[in-house]
């Protein structure tokens, strides 16, 4: 899905901007919306298991993870700064590690895993 909001344009504009204006296009963006998601909460919890996802809460993650792509894909079709002269793969691999590492550094990091060790010893 990245892929093809990266490489087209047109395309990208149409399920980000004027599905909305639509209802015929809208209603089917808000089943791609929902498949989409529904992708992204079952790679969730298939990592789960095998250590490559952290517990978590799937369903409100995959919400935030697409929502995340939508509102940068919609930002760079708005040609906001930063993010229109960026190649597709800086911007590509920018976006899915903030997705999936966080933002984090590692002192933040150790900071809120001593805060949920905390909250689990209560």
Known sequence: MLDILL???????????EAG??????SKVTALH?????MI???LLDGAPVGLVRPLQAEV???????AVLAVMAA???GETGLDDLPEQTLARELLTTCLCG???EELRLAILGME???RAE
Request: proline share 2%; charged share 20%.
């Open 7 to 17: 490489s087209d344009r047109a395309v990208a504009r149409l399920l980000l901007v």
């Open 21 to 26: 204006q639509e209802p015929a296009v809208g």
């Open 34 to 38: 929902a498949f989409a998601r529904g």
């Open 41 to 43: 909460r079952q790679a």
């Open 61 to 67: 993650a995959a919400h935030a993870l697409l929502g």
């Open 76 to 78: 760079r079709l708005d």
């Open 103 to 105: 933002v984090a550094g």
């Open 117 to 119: 060790g905390a909250a």
